[in-house]
């Protein structure tokens, strides 16, 4: 690959190292990844030294994780950074894996808080959020209602 080449060539990057975009995105979808534990079969979100259940060291086995999940525990968010678009709803989600993401949600009204939030079954997509300074697209997380109520 020539100098020229490289400084051109616009990259897709992910917000968060947990995220895997594939080559072929966005026609195969990126997709949230962790580390199971080859000795007790915990699995951790993103890359792991040290399983904290069983202490072991690793082997790890890199893991695709669900694009589903239900949230555990949400907040509305009022003020934010210039450019971010407030409120909105924060919420830690609790993946078939026994993982916990951190991720805003959408398609719930920030400003009518609900109690029938929690446990609500929400579903990963991914979205351009930026370009950073070398010109590449930065892609984030992010979840949606599944049912829409
Ligand atoms: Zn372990």
Redesign the pocket.
């Given at each position: 690959m020539t100098q020229e080449q490289v400084a051109t060539e616009k990259k897709i990057k992910p917000l968060v190292p947990f995220l895997k975009i594939p080559d072929k995105y966005p026609d195969e979808p990126a997709y949230l990844w962790g580390s199971k534990?080859k000795?007790?079969?915990?699995v951790y979100l993103g890359s792991r030294i040290a399983?904290a259940?069983?202490?072991?060291t690793g082997p790890f086995e890199e893991v695709r994780l669900s694009d589903e999940g239900e949230i555990y525990v949400f907040s509305v968010v009022h003020q934010t950074v210039p450019g971010l678009e407030a409120p909105y709803v924060a919420a830690i989600i609790d993946l078939a894996e026994g993982v916990a993401v951190r991720a805003n949600v959408y398609g719930l009204d920030p400003l009518n808080p609900s109690p029938q939030w929690f446990g609500k079954k929400v579903k990963m997509y991914t979205e351009k959020i930026r370009v950073d300074r070398e010109g590449n697209d930065v892609i984030a997380a992010k979840f949606k209602v599944v049912d829409g109520k």
């Amino acid at each position: 690959m020539t100098q020229e080449q490289v400084a051109t060539e616009k990259k897709i990057k992910p917000l968060v190292p947990f995220l895997k975009i594939p080559d072929k995105y966005p026609d195969e979808p990126a997709y949230l990844w962790g580390s199971k534990c080859k000795s007790c079969g915990t699995v951790y979100l993103g890359s792991r030294i040290a399983c904290a259940k069983c202490a072991s060291t690793g082997p790890f086995e890199e893991v695709r994780l669900s694009d589903e999940g239900e949230i555990y525990v949400f907040s509305v968010v009022h003020q934010t950074v210039p450019g971010l678009e407030a409120p909105y709803v924060a919420a830690i989600i609790d993946l078939a894996e026994g993982v916990a993401v951190r991720a805003n949600v959408y398609g719930l009204d920030p400003l009518n808080p609900s109690p029938q939030w929690f446990g609500k079954k929400v579903k990963m997509y991914t979205e351009k959020i930026r370009v950073d300074r070398e010109g590449n697209d930065v892609i984030a997380a992010k979840f949606k209602v599944v049912d829409g109520k």
